[in-house]
């Protein structure tokens, strides 16, 4: 019973390139949920997506970033022209999709760290 | 705008002991809360879901308490073992999806 994957788990890349994110949930979920996690500070939502929708995209910044949720394979959180400030651990959570899936807790996967130099 | 405070920032006891770590949030509408363990580039386990009915949860050697009147939740570890080492996180549910984080408490028990 896997749970939540996520690759890389290390990515560095230089200002100005892409990274790419990848998250599959766990069996069964179909509610997939992204955090950053800043140096020093507490994990931030992101995005929201079920599957070939963004519910709530509302803790994203507008610009260079994107997710999707498509509905063969893992979603994708990329982020164009990177900059320095996007150094930071990207976590993914799946969560289950029937109707207690508010009360159902968030599984996390081990994250992303993600290094622009 | 809900926030959430996590005291201590940092606790290191002595193996055996039990401990509180505490939570607390400025908006007592809150769907859930959930408490987490981080461990050193690792991602976050959960540990224990409170439902905003409930008053306290618990599995083995931890229990989680919750008072939304009063914004706080507090998880009690018994008999503290060097391998609770970690950071805890608390995650409150506003009644929607977005969990608000607070910044943890890092916990260093000694053997």
């Known amino acids: 019973n896997a749970g939540v994957m996520q690759n890389p788990r290390h990515l560095v890349r230089r200002r100005g390139q892409e990274a790419r994110l990848r998250c599959s949930p766990m069996?069964?979920?179909?509610?997939v949920y992204w955090y950053r996690q800043l140096p020093e500070e507490g994990l931030k939502f992101m995005v929201y997506?079920?599957?070939?929708?963004?519910?709530?995209e509302s803790g994203m910044p507008k610009e260079r970033f994107s997710a999707e949720f498509p509905k063969e394979g893992p979603s994708i959180l990329r982020i164009q022209q990177v900059v320095r400030g996007d150094s930071a651990a990207y976590f993914c959570?799946?969560?289950?999709?029937?109707?207690?899936?508010?009360?159902?807790?968030?599984?996390f996967g081990n994250g992303t760290r993600l290094t622009v130099t | 705008k809900q926030e959430v405070t996590q005291i201590p920032a940092a606790l290191s006891v002595p193996e055996g002991e039990n401990l509180v770590l505490n939570c607390s949030f400025t908006?007592?509408?809150?769907?859930?809360l959930q408490w987490f363990r981080q461990d050193p580039g690792k991602g976050l386990t959960s540990l224990l879901l409170?439902?905003?009915?409930?008053r306290e949860q618990t599995s083995g050697r931890l229990n989680a308490s919750l008072d939304k009147s009063s914004g706080r939740s507090t998880l009690y570890i018994a008999a503290s073992q060097p391998g609770d080492s970690a950071t805890y996180l608390c995650?409150?549910?506003?009644?929607?999806?977005?969990?608000?984080f607070g910044t943890g408490t890092r916990l260093k028990v000694l053997a």
């Open positions: 409170i439902q905003s009915s409930q």
């Open positions: 959570a799946s969560s289950r999709s029937d109707s207690s899936s508010y009360n159902s807790p968030l599984h």
């Open positions: 908006d007592s509408a809150i769907y859930n």
């Open positions: 069996k069964g979920h179909s509610h």
């Open positions: 995650a409150v549910g506003p009644g929607t999806y977005k969990y608000i």
């Open positions: 997506l079920q599957k070939e929708n963004i519910i709530d």
